[in-house]
């Protein structure tokens, strides 16, 4: 019945019904937060870099600390609770791949276990027992037991160019109490290159070095591109 979202340094929540927003607590950095909504009124959330999860009442409150950075780890970010509502999964963004990916953590003690390696956080969904995640842009569906929390067997291909490297961990997918899926179609890396085609579609130059562009504007003499 509800929505929560970021706005102005504050985690907000919102009647989908209609009415004032209501404020649930501040947050420490001005970024958008990633965050989950269990169903016992708690939301885990984590904003920006340098960011460890966050739990807080829903209805507000002072938010506590639930993970704690370990050297080399950036963020703990895109959390998503099990269905016990005690365990929290989320992506860590590392400094090496070797400790990067999905992890599980349980809400009381923060003590973190890691999954599987992955480019995005993972959602698990009871109606197939399976963990969703996303490596190289491929959306992948892992058999996984919440009580132990662990996976097993190999993972199953669920859909190719799922979007996944706009931001890190990005979990641009998700799945109804139905078993309905849906995801964004987009690029899996953040390192793009602006280039130059001609009308069959050669490409005859480049622009500017590898970043993560998003949308473009050629200057009206055609000198110049803004980018975002």
Not at 92 to 119: K, N, Q
Not at 182 to 204: E, K
Not at 211 to 222: H, K, T, V, W
Request: include cysteine; proline fraction near 7%.
């Amino acid at each position: 019945r509800f929505v929560a979202y970021g706005a102005q340094g504050k985690l907000m929540r919102i009647a989908v019904a209609g009415g004032p927003p209501q404020i649930v607590c501040s947050l420490s950095m001005n970024d958008a937060p990633t965050g989950a909504w269990g169903r016992d009124g708690v939301i885990v959330f984590s904003h920006g870099d340098n960011s460890p999860l966050f739990r807080v009442p829903a209805g507000g409150g002072q938010p506590m600390q639930v993970t704690m950075l370990r050297a080399g780890d950036s963020r703990h970010t895109w959390p998503t609770l099990l269905p016990d509502g005690r365990h929290v999964l989320f992506y860590v963004s590392a400094a090496s791949e070797e400790t990067s990916g999905i992890y599980v953590a349980p809400l009381d003690t923060g003590e973190l276990t890691r999954v599987l390696a992955a480019d995005t956080g993972g959602i698990y969904t009871p109606q197939a027992g399976r963990l969703l995640f996303v490596r190289q842009g491929t959306l992948l569906a892992q058999s996984f037991d919440p009580n132990t929390r662990t996976p097993s067997g190999e993972p199953l291909p669920v859909a190719e160019r799922v979007e996944s490297g706009t931001f890190v961990g990005m979990v641009a997918f998700s799945v109804s109490d139905t078993g309905v899926l849906a995801y964004g179609i987009g690029s899996s890396s953040n390192t793009l290159q602006m280039v130059w085609v001609d009308r069959a579609g050669r490409t005859i130059g480049t622009v500017g070095p590898q970043a993560n562009y998003r949308g473009l504007d050629i200057s009206p003499d055609g000198t110049q591109v803004a980018a975002h």
